[in-house]
């Protein structure tokens, strides 16, 4: 079914994309290579602070990776969603993540929460900026930006809590250990604006090129991108957004740009959010191949408490086996005592 449906958008977008080339290829034409190089450097940026928004919601659920290993989880697993359905590229979010000792039902939440944050925050954007470059485009579509402002109260961590632990019990799975704090949710919603900021200039950069460049036209880029790529987000029959972004990011650029030239600036910004993904794969593979993800103990990346109670239980269930009940510290000594019992020779 899914891939019937891929097949029909594709087939229709192939069809407009001949349609409106003789429109589409002048306007390309004028586009600078400098402009596009500006918009690759901006959709980098822009995948690192979601890929930073990402961290900072799972760090405040308890595991604090490095950036490195949240770069190499992230970029490699985003490549699933050019396959239709984002459900792969979910898939890989969740198991390169638990082959860092993530919990499965946390890292699966971390995406949600990640993911609702970006789709919310493009949406409020979008609810901002479009009447201020489009009072016509707004209104069309305010039933969409109006429901923005509501979602993003169920986001609050205190709702937002309660609604992860209710997913989770209706799957079968245990509760999360502790709740999005505010602190965390204001870092993952502060690199996501920045985010969304960095997504702006990607469009501005070949928009500008086209048409005037000034600050209504970069607020109706803003806008209008953040408007598609939320809507894109909750389409995830299609890989990427692919065919949905780019006709609401046509129909959003109309106030500015008729259907071919906007059609051209919409297929340059998928080009270059492409060629974004594939760059920061390959950097996170170099990456890897230098220093294996084998040589990173993945106990390391564990609470300290969580690995001392594991050892405990573990000394717990030897003594048990023997018939042997474990001495307490003040008998044994402890650590500190038997460290300081060792000969400097055994401390070296």
Known sequence: MRSGLLAIILAFCCYVLA???????PTLGQMHVYSLAGSFV??????????????????DLGSDLPPSVTARITFLSQLGKYVPG???????????????????RRGA????????????AGLLIAAVLLPLASPDLARRYMLVLAVAPFIAVCL???????VLNLALRLIKHEPLEQPVSWRGFGVALAWTMLGWLMFGLQVWAPLADVTRADGHTFSLALGAYAFACSMALLLVVFPSGIGARE??????????LPAGPALAVALAARLVTT?????????VLIAGSTVSAKIMAPAKYAAPARIAALRGRGRHRKSSKLGLRPAP???????????AQASPGQEA
């Open 109 to 120: 939440a971390s995406v949600i929460v990640a993911m609702a944050i970006a789709v919310v």
């Open 329 to 339: 510290p003040e008998q044994t000594g402890g650590i500190p005592a038997i460290a």
């Open 19 to 25: 349609t409106e080339w003789p429109k589409v290829r």
């Open 86 to 104: 984002a459900i792969w590229s979910f898939a890989a979010h969740v198991e390169l993540g638990h082959d860092y000792q993530v919990p499965r």
């Open 156 to 162: 609050t961590p205190p709702i937002l809590h309660r």
């Open 42 to 59: 901006a959709a980098m940026l822009a995948s690192g602070c979601m890929m930073l928004a990402w961290r900072a919601i799972l760090a």
């Open 275 to 283: 060629a974004s993904d594939l760059a920061w794969a390959s950097v």
């Open 247 to 256: 006709a609401l990011l046509v129909a959003a650029l109309a106030p500015v």
